[in-house]
């Protein structure tokens, strides 16, 4: 079993839909952090979150330590989100190297 | 200030070559980290380095050495490539211990054929 899981693997939504993305995790962490990937492969960091919730235009990424989850959301959602969205967590006490989860591939259409 | 560069973008290596990869780390960052992307999976964790020393490695073989420079940034290096060193390559740089996040570079990808 990974130590960071994701769902759903695959996404498809039409425009403007609310979506929701899942990642848990098995470990202690220090923080969790959501990136998105695009095709080319650059990875760009959307949030990073030790606790609650953090809101960044139409995204919203929370978690529950306790429960060892957190969601990314998006609203009203674009054919531009279009990306793979992965979960990284940062074990406590690691000298900083992360752990993924596979990814969430969403695919957004018009 | 400068993001992550990474170089080469592509890579194509015959099996048994040596190749080395190089990431320039953002400005005002101390620590570099290395990812290894295969197709379909999520990044895992090579190997880190924090003011020109490994500070952390994952489960890759000594195959895979690296550096890192005066100006923090960095170079990878793969001896003896195998067929299933294809894949993406990431370098992420960040400041310490990364309380403020991580800047990833756009990556390289290595085919080996």
């Known amino acids: 079993k990974n130590e960071v899981e994701q769902s759903p693997q695959n996404l498809t939504a039409q425009e403007g839909e609310f979506i929701t993305i899942n990642c848990s995790y098995s470990v202690g962490i220090s923080a969790l952090h959501w990136l998105q990937q695009h095709p080319g492969g650059g990875i760009v960091s959307l949030f990073m979150?030790?606790?609650g919730k953090k809101k960044h235009g139409r995204l919203i990424a929370t978690i529950n330590i306790q429960e060892k989850h957190s969601s990314l959301h998006i609203t009203a959602s674009h054919p531009r989100d279009s990306a793979v969205y992965i979960c990284?967590?940062?074990?406590?006490?690691?000298?900083?190297?992360?752990?993924f989860g596979k990814g969430t591939k969403l695919s957004v259409k018009p | 200030e400068t993001g992550v560069t990474q170089s080469p973008t592509h890579l194509i290596k015959t099996r048994g070559q040596q190749v080395t990869l190089r990431c320039s780390s953002q400005s005002g960052h101390n620590t570099v980290s290395w990812y290894q992307q295969a197709l379909g999976q999520g990044p895992q964790f090579i190997f880190q380095?924090?003011?020109?020393?490994?500070?952390g490695r994952g489960n890759f073989p000594p195959r895979f050495s690296g550096l890192q420079f005066p100006n923090y940034s960095s170079e990878l290096n793969v001896n003896a490539l195998e067929l299933d060193d294809s894949a993406l390559y990431l370098c992420?740089?960040?400041?310490?211990?990364?309380?403020?996040?991580?800047?990833f570079g756009s990556g390289t990808r290595l085919t080996v054929v």
């Open positions: 979150l030790s606790s």
């Open positions: 380095y924090y003011r020109e020393e490994e500070n």
């Open positions: 992420a740089s960040s400041l310490g211990s990364s309380s403020y996040g991580y800047t």
């Open positions: 990284a967590v940062r074990p406590g006490g690691s000298q900083g190297n992360l752990i």
